[in-house]
């Protein structure tokens, strides 16, 4: 059964980091894309980063909102993908989804990031 929880969120000042981790079940997240979007409130659900595959080189994509200042990366042996976010803005205020799709498109829960002073 695949199952993806995503952790790390909280309350950060403007100019702040966070650490974001989406721990996956049921499969091995280096043998597919997981991506990683948000939606704040009122707003569509937005990619921000994706991690292809082993097999497909580890390849990393960006939205140009969050380009240079966020950064994926996976840990094959904790079976984890996470999101370094850096210079957090208060419009990086949202839930936080990863996303993964393997026949289906599963989702994680969420974690709910804000950014203010």
């Known amino acids: 059964q695949v199952q993806l929880v995503e952790s790390g969120g909280g309350l950060v000042q403007p100019g702040g980091s966070l650490r974001l981790s989406c721990a996956a079940s049921g499969f091995a997240v280096k043998n597919y894309r997981v991506m990683w979007y948000r939606q704040a409130p009122g707003k569509e659900r937005e990619f921000l980063a994706g991690?292809?595959?082993?097999?497909?080189?580890?390849?990393?994509n960006y939205a140009d909102t969050v380009k240079g200042r966020f950064t994926i990366s996976r840990d094959d042996a904790k079976n984890t993908v996470n999101l370094q976010m850096n210079s957090l803005k208060p419009d990086d205020t949202a839930v936080y989804y990863c996303?993964?799709?393997?026949?289906?498109?599963?989702w994680g829960q969420g974690t709910q990031v804000t950014v203010s002073s």
């Open positions: 996303k993964v799709i393997r026949g289906n498109i599963y």
């Open positions: 991690i292809s595959s082993a097999s497909a080189a580890s390849i990393t």
